[in-house]
């Protein structure tokens, strides 16, 4: 079953726009973190955000944001004030922490951002 | 900061030929994944090492090894190629149990 839900697979957005990347997840953990990472065309994985399942508040690193509603197990990815950098695949992500640690992905959204 | 360093960055390989990928990890993490990620594909989970013993295990074709040394480096083996392991190979360390895992550039593997 499939874990990550990414249910955009593609997003157009105009510069300085604030952009919001919708991802849902399945897990019957208690205990759990969630994830954001941009992969840019050259390949890299950059980590973004986390959300640890027993935040209270929504986790924040710069211009990113996490809109984290647990009853209904989303963890939407808001970007800001958009820049033509921004443009890359996004993939959100999950740890079970009775899963060992591995990180499980979602097909990722690919954002291009118009100038 | 240091950041996990993935050898080589490239590789291309023939069909039935042997590669092997390595990982240096963030000094003092002690825990490595290997993920893979075909061509317009999420990654996916292959192995882990914690403490030099394998943690975990995930779609790892048998064809594939891996191991953790003393320094904490990591090294996957992929023997009898096959056109469908090209892919980039991330690999990702962490301290112990800690929540975020850091990434490597990845190696791009490319067999023809």
């Known amino acids: 079953a499939q874990k990550i839900t990414q249910t955009q697979p593609g997003m157009f957005v105009q510069e300085k726009e604030a952009v919001t990347l919708d991802c849902t997840y399945d897990?019957?953990?208690?205990?759990?973190?969630l994830f954001w990472y941009k992969q840019p065309s050259s390949g890299e994985m950059i980590f973004l955000i986390y959300q640890g399942s027993y935040d209270q508040q929504n986790a924040t690193e710069g211009r990113y944001s996490l809109n984290f509603q647990k009853a209904r197990k989303s963890a939407n990815l808001v970007i800001s004030a958009s820049q033509l950098g921004d443009s890359a695949m996004y993939f959100c992500a999950m740890r079970e922490a009775n899963r060992d640690d591995k990180i499980i992905f979602g097909k990722g959204t690919r954002l291009h951002i118009l100038p | 900061a240091a950041g996990v360093i993935q050898s080589p960055r490239h590789l291309i390989k023939e069909k039935r030929e042997t590669a092997t990928l390595k990982c240096y990890p963030i000094p003092r993490h002690d825990t490595v994944y290997w993920y893979q990620q075909g061509p317009g594909q999420d990654p996916q989970f292959l192995i882990s090492f914690y403490e030099k013993m394998q943690s975990d295990k995930g779609s790892i074709p048998d064809r594939f090894s891996a191991q953790q040394f003393s320094d904490y480096h990591s090294e996957l083996n992929m023997s009898s190629l096959e056109l469908g392991d090209s892919a980039l190979y991330f690999c990702?360390?962490?301290?112990?149990?800690?929540?975020?895992?850091?990434f490597g550039p990845g190696t791009r593997l490319t067999v023809t």
């Open positions: 897990t019957s953990d208690p205990s759990y973190g």
């Open positions: 990702a360390s962490t301290r112990g149990k800690t929540y975020e895992q850091y």
